[in-house]
């Protein structure tokens, strides 16, 4: 007999998914939260035989089950610990641990990925077409590789885990990765993904004009609260903001804060780490505890949500030959110019600021961290340069 305790999301199921198709009626899967995790390994071994082989997938156990793994395997106990975190890193110590965060040919892995791996080399599992690609689409969604390589097959795989009951998905999934050829989504899944999409865009739209700016340490981050897509709602927060280092996602309900980046600078996983969190360079979260609950949320409740860039604009562009024009909630007025390939400039109010900037997102950056400063709207634009005009002209 077999055991899997794995993680509750699209990575973790993708594990328990790969374990039924390896193993059938002869495994038993259960998916955890974090912290629901260490009652099962505890019950588990107060109450397992050394007869059944234990696997922990995607998720990290605490030191005390840590240590009663080892007893258990050193006893004749058979476990199988599969990781992709660096915070479980240590695990290799052990005999029975496997962690892996980047693969030899340089992409990430994920638990999915690892366990499929594993099943095919100790050839509990056989390779299909099929199988290969629905485990690299986990992959990719997990370790962000989708958005770098806009795999929307990837980010909608995980929108219909989140549609559907993870019972319907295990259905669905087995059933398809037993019988076709390629991956794919059915006709209906395709229409329902479709009106997912729209509804996701509308929720993303309505949370940009919520985002508030802070400066934690040295990095600028952007906070905002919401319950759900937060993967996609960070990358695209991210992208709209891109002088933020990362985005702050707190979930009130779930008293806990997510992490996102779209930069290589910044390793989120480090951020949660000093909230007795973790997770991936590029996506992790926390527990919201005293010290995260004070400083997202005490600290910045009463900070004012950033202006959105002017989109539609026909003459005030970014990296104009005429200058970029922005203002802040004080009503400064701020030009972006270059004076040269390599010398770019910020003018507030008329008289030039003593930094220069090697490119236009170099000041861009500055202005937008330490001003809160906005592209403003053509009418905006080209009346300020008409009363400049007029100015010039009475003079």
């Given at each position: 007999m077999y055991r899997l305790l794995s993680h509750n999301d699209l990575d973790g199921v993708g594990c328990g998914?790969?374990?039924k198709l390896a193993f059938g009626k002869d495994v038993r899967v259960r998916?955890?939260?974090?912290?629901?995790?260490?009652?099962?390994?505890?019950?588990f071994l107060e109450n397992g035989n050394k007869d059944t082989f234990l696997f922990v997938t995607?998720?990290?156990?605490?030191?005390?089950?840590?240590?009663?793994?080892?007893?258990?395997?050193?006893?004749?106990?058979?476990?199988?610990?599969?990781?992709?975190?660096?915070?479980?890193?240590h695990f290799n110590e052990y005999e029975w641990g496997h962690v892996v965060v980047e693969d030899e040919e340089g992409k990430l892995t994920s638990a999915t990925s690892l366990l499929y791996e594993y099943l095919v080399d100790q050839q509990l599992l056989k390779a299909t077409e099929s199988l290969t690609e629905f485990v690299d689409l986990v992959r990719q969604y997990d370790t962000w590789e989708w958005e770098k390589n806009e795999n929307q097959t990837a980010r909608q795989l995980n929108a219909l885990f989140f549609l559907i009951s993870i019972e319907e998905f295990e259905d669905i999934m087995l059933e398809r990765l037993q019988k076709s050829d390629h991956f794919?989504?059915?006709?209906?899944?395709?229409?329902?993904?479709?009106?997912?999409?729209?509804k996701i865009d509308r929720y993303i739209r309505r949370k940009k004009r919520q985002l508030v700016q802070t400066k934690i340490g040295d990095h600028y981050a952007g906070i905002v609260y919401a319950e759900s897509y937060h993967s996609e709602l960070g990358n695209e927060l991210g992208k709209e903001y891109p002088h933020l280092d990362y985005i702050v996602i707190l979930n009130m309900g779930g008293k806990r804060a997510g992490f996102r980046t779209i930069h290589d600078h910044v390793d989120v996983s480090e951020v949660a780490g000093r909230f007795a969190g973790g997770g991936h360079a590029k996506a992790s979260g926390c527990s919201l505890n005293n010290d995260a609950y004070k400083l997202f949320v005490t600290d910045t409740f009463h900070l004012d949500a950033l202006r959105e860039d002017a989109k539609r604009n026909r003459y005030n562009l970014k990296q104009s030959s005429f200058g970029s024009m922005y203002k802040n909630r004080t009503e400064a007025i701020f030009i972006i110019f270059s004076e040269d390939d390599d010398r770019w400039v910020i003018e507030q109010n008329q008289t030039e600021l003593d930094q220069t900037f090697a490119t236009y997102e170099e000041a861009e950056n500055f202005l937008k961290r330490n001003y809160e400063a906005w592209l403003v709207k053509d009418d905006t634009f080209v009346r300020h340069l008409m009363e400049k005009l007029g100015k010039i002209n009475r003079d």
């Open positions: 998914i790969l374990a998916y955890n939260s974090i912290a629901s995790l260490n009652r099962e390994v505890e019950w995607d998720l990290s156990v605490n030191e005390e089950n840590e240590e009663k793994l080892e007893e258990f395997y050193r006893a004749g106990g058979n476990v199988q610990f599969l990781d992709h975190h660096k915070t479980a890193l794919y989504f059915d006709d209906f899944e395709k229409k329902i993904l479709g009106m997912e999409d729209n």
